[in-house]
């Protein structure tokens, strides 16, 4: 099973492919997609599509893990945020993609253990469990693959749970 962890930002976009077989993970893919802030927030929202399109065609990944709601102060950053999660959803959604949105604290704890594992922790367990030599950069890499971590994760429970 291939999952795209996805973490949504209107100027960098994380993206991690993992593919998950029997009870090994391994990286297929990972990077961001980067957007200048002097260009218009719709043709950010425009290349965000394009690549994640293109990512989505070369991969045929069964799931796309997002984060859940998140709050925020400001209101002009917490809708832009919005528009960037509705792209990345409508992307997935026409292509067949399965949808699952993860709180902060299950991906956490779905790769470290523990829900409120700080950010470098989580970096860390990403490295060992993708067998990489590094940790994964941008940081919004390192976090688009733990969601796709903590989808396969929940994938297999739910299919542990489905066969009882």
Not at 46 to 60: G, K
Not at 61 to 73: A, D, R, Y
Not at 74 to 90: C, D
Not at 107 to 123: D, F, H, I, L, P
Request: net charge positive; with cysteine; charged share 25%.
């Amino acid at each position: 099973m291939i999952a795209l962890g996805v973490d949504s930002g209107s100027l960098s976009t994380g993206y991690g492919v993992v593919e998950r077989r029997g009870s090994s993970y391994r990286s297929l893919d990972y990077g961001a997609i980067k957007n200048s802030s002097k260009t218009p927030h719709a043709e950010r929202l425009l290349v965000i599509h394009e690549r994640l399109a293109e990512v989505i065609e070369r991969f045929r990944p069964s799931i796309l893990s997002l984060e859940g709601v998140f709050f925020s102060k400001n209101a002009q950053s917490a809708l832009k945020l919005g528009q960037v999660r509705g792209a990345v959803m409508v992307t997935a959604a026409s292509r067949g993609v399965e949808i699952r949105e993860f709180s902060p604290a299950e991906v956490k704890s779905s790769v470290t253990g523990y829900g409120r594992a700080e950010k470098e922790q989580v970096q860390k367990m990403v490295k060992g469990m993708l067998g990489l030599s590094s940790i994964p950069r941008p940081h919004d890499a390192a976090d688009a693959l733990a969601l796709a971590l903590c989808a396969l994760a929940r994938s297999t429970w739910d299919e542990k749970v489905a066969d009882r």
